[in-house]
């Protein structure tokens, strides 16, 4: 309760929060497909009794959880079957060749530690550190090192539990890169999010001049939610390399100006009520709104108010495509 006093005596409501993005169907799509997939599985297994069986639906279960969590799988299936593929090769060799051979827990770790050197190796790399994690992670969990040092088991047997794991992997990345994402949509939502982001920020006005934390913390907030957006589609940094980061100075820019205007002790500018009322057109016409800035900056001498206002022009300008992406798609994509 005092928390919620002390934010209506500064000005603001609840706290906002930094939520994760939300694709409902996506997510529904993706976990129906996780969830079936490893309903059979596991039944399948449950059935056989086969404990290989069972493996691959653990499998199952667990590559569908890591792709599913991904904005685009597709991007990363190809990887995780890989990296999968090559851990239970370095399994298989190392049940059949070397686990026999240890007597000891000492010469267990001796006999794992190039696999792992190995997987370091390929983690530090940037071209397969994805499928370094997926790669260390199924030879561990293929090779069975941390069941005993010696586990009893059969050629057949070990041939079975790694042809398992490499199915699961084979199914669930398959599943993935058939199932459809659309960049896209992704795209379209990312640039709408940040246009009416943006305006949020508009809309709370200047800085109190009494005050002002909660304030400060939620343009610092809403700075970081515009930086999440940017994240969530890489299609805008590919059509607009100049745009991702002018949105961000676009941000910084507004909020200095906010500052600016709920300055304590200072007369407002004319200039920076008159910008503050002519930003909330950079949702229909950016470039109008850009002209209508230097028009401001351009009406007196140089000073840090016409250099904020000619930066807020300038990043206007190089975010006019970004935020009006939107209006140039047919109204059935933008939904």
């Not at 906002?16 to 399948?44: H, S």
């Not at 199932?179 to 896209?184: A, G, Y």
């Not at 390399?241 to 961000?248: F, K, N, Q």
Request: net charge positive; hydrophobic share 55%; charged share 15%.
């Amino acid at each position: 309760r005092h928390r919620s006093a002390l934010r209506r005596h500064q000005g603001g409501g609840a706290a906002p929060r930094l939520a994760p993005p939300r694709e409902w169907p996506l997510a529904v799509a993706a976990g129906l497909v996780a969830g079936g997939a490893t309903f059979a599985a596991a039944t399948t297994g449950y059935l056989s009794g086969s404990t290989s069986v069972l493996l691959g639906a653990m499998g199952v279960a667990t590559f569908s959880m890591i792709l599913g969590s991904l904005p685009l799988p597709q991007t990363i299936a190809p990887k995780l079957a890989a990296g999968v593929a090559i851990g239970v090769v370095a399994a298989t060799v190392f049940r059949l060749f070397l686990l026999p051979a240890v007597a000891s827990t000492f010469g267990l770790v001796l006999a794992i530690a190039p696999f792992l050197l190995l997987g370091g190796f390929m983690r530090a790399s940037p071209r397969t550190a994805i499928a370094g994690v997926d790669a260390n992670m199924c030879f561990l969990l293929a090779s069975q090192a941390g069941a005993g040092v010696a586990v009893a088991a059969t050629t057949g047997a070990i041939l079975a539990d790694g042809a398992a794991l490499v199915a699961a992997a084979c199914v669930v990345a398959g599943g993935f890169l058939l199932l459809p994402r659309r960049p896209e949509r992704q795209a379209v939502d990312a640039a709408r999010y940040i246009r009416r982001d943006l305006l949020r920020m508009l809309a709370r006005g200047a800085r109190p001049a009494a005050g002002g934390a909660y304030w400060q913390a939620r343009s610092g907030r809403q700075i970081l939610r515009l930086a999440l957006h940017l994240q969530r589609a890489n299609t805008l940094a590919e059509r607009w390399p100049g745009g991702v980061l002018a949105v961000l100075n676009l941000g910084h820019a507004i909020v200095a100006l906010q500052r600016l205007a709920g300055e304590p002790g200072l007369a407002v500018d004319e200039r920076v009520t008159a910008a503050l009322a002519a930003l909330p057109g950079l949702a229909h016409d950016p470039a109008a709104t850009a002209r209508t800035l230097r028009g401001l900056a351009a009406s007196a001498d140089a000073d840090p108010t016409d250099v904020l206002l000619c930066e807020l022009a300038a990043s206007l300008e190089q975010a006019a495509g970004l935020l009006g992406f939107v209006d140039t798609l047919p109204q059935r994509t933008a939904r």
